[in-house]
């Protein structure tokens, strides 16, 4: 793996945060009555100085606090709007990523397993696993009956896009397999319905729903990336960075937040 290819999630993740941070400002600013924002704010500012001001006159302090939560709660009403243009496009953004940050394809030689969940576990010993030829057994399939699993071992001695075959209940269905230095698009799971469920973690067409296959597994590696001495998923990275550009941003454009 060369160095760019080591360090691409990060670079990545960086100039994600930069563009996601300053699109939230800006966004922001063209969502939201700033004056009314700037107005509450100010209140909030007002009313903290006077709690510190006049400690020892407790009608004034106690004044002071339930005006300080009524124009918390008027800030928050004008912030909810702005949110929401916010969130939603930013899931989305996020699920897709995911695709490709959340887990590492797998390497040359590295072992993984590829992991069957069926409805019932009598069917297990008429299952089995089609592999191209790029790909090899490394152990025989072990069999879970209390939890209406096989699993096999596999290998694989090239780089790319793969589609293995598992036959079961006289049907033969396929999931994606990715082997890659770099970064590229993977889908650990294969799914049958759980429409909710496929949207987070599959990017695959689903199971048939009269198949006796409930779900396939292929155990990509999770990716963590380094920065600033630490260990990062990339979702909480890319928050935070996201969070610090459009403060810095925010500052720059003199956009009420």
Known sequence: ?????SHAPLVLVLLLSLV?????????????????IRVAKDHLKAHLLAVQLFQDQLPVVLTSYWRILRNTGRYLQLAFKPLLYV???????????????????LQIGQPFLVKAHLENAE???????????????TAPPVLVPERNEIVWRVAVEKDGY????????????SKSVVVSAGVARTSPLRLRDRWWER???????????NSPIQSIKVNYPERNISFAWLEWNW?????VLSLISGFIFKSILGIEI
Do not use: N
């Open 162 to 173: 793969y589609h293995l075959h598992i036959a079961a209940g006289g049907e033969s269905l």
């Open 235 to 239: 979702i909480w990275l890319f928050f």
């Open 1 to 5: 793996m060369t160095l760019l290819q």
């Open 20 to 36: 996601v941070g300053l699109l939230m400002v800006v966004v922001f600013r063209y969502t939201s009555d700033q004056k009314a």
């Open 87 to 105: 969130i939603i496009p930013l899931t989305c953004l996020i699920v897709q990523l995911d695709r490709y940050l959340g887990f590492m394809p």
């Open 123 to 137: 069917a297990l010993d008429q299952t089995s696993l089609q592999l191209p030829p790029e790909m090899t057994l």
């Open 199 to 209: 949207l987070f973690v599959s990017g695959e067409p689903a199971l048939p729903t």
